[in-house]
């Protein structure tokens, strides 16, 4: 069983930063950020694979670094350039299943409580 915790959220101005935290028990080969804004679908926002690569959706625009720190097995999301309409509850994700299937299209198997971020302008 994978637990995940997100921290790290809040309100920032447009133009901001933030950086989101997910502290994970247990190895997953696929990690990853979901974001669901009130009244809109759930959406990827970044994932990262077993071997390190990452994936972004187009929104991102550079904006947002997915990464691990690994000595403290901790998925994070470095958001910059923040605009309001990033404002959303973000979601941990993880999953097994390998590179092959690791995309931010995906429904992932275990998932966290969210974190909010709310971007004024």
């Known amino acids: 069983q994978v637990q995940l915790a997100e921290s790290g959220g809040g309100s920032v101005q447009a133009g901001g930063s933030l950086r989101l935290s997910c502290e994970t028990s247990?190895?997953?080969?696929?990690m990853g950020w979901f974001r669901q804004a009130p009244g809109k679908e759930r959406e990827g926002v970044a994932i990262i694979r077993g071997d390190g690569t990452t994936t972004y959706a187009d929104f991102v625009r550079g904006r947002f670094t997915i990464s691990k720190d690994k000595a403290k097995n901790n998925l994070l999301l470095q958001m910059n350039s923040l605009e309001p309409e990033d404002t959303a509850r973000y979601y941990c994700a993880a999953d097994h299943r390998g590179s092959w299937w690791c995309s931010p299209n995906q429904n992932f198997e275990y998932w966290g409580q969210g974190t909010q971020v709310t971007v004024s302008s």
């Open positions: 247990g190895y997953t080969l696929c």
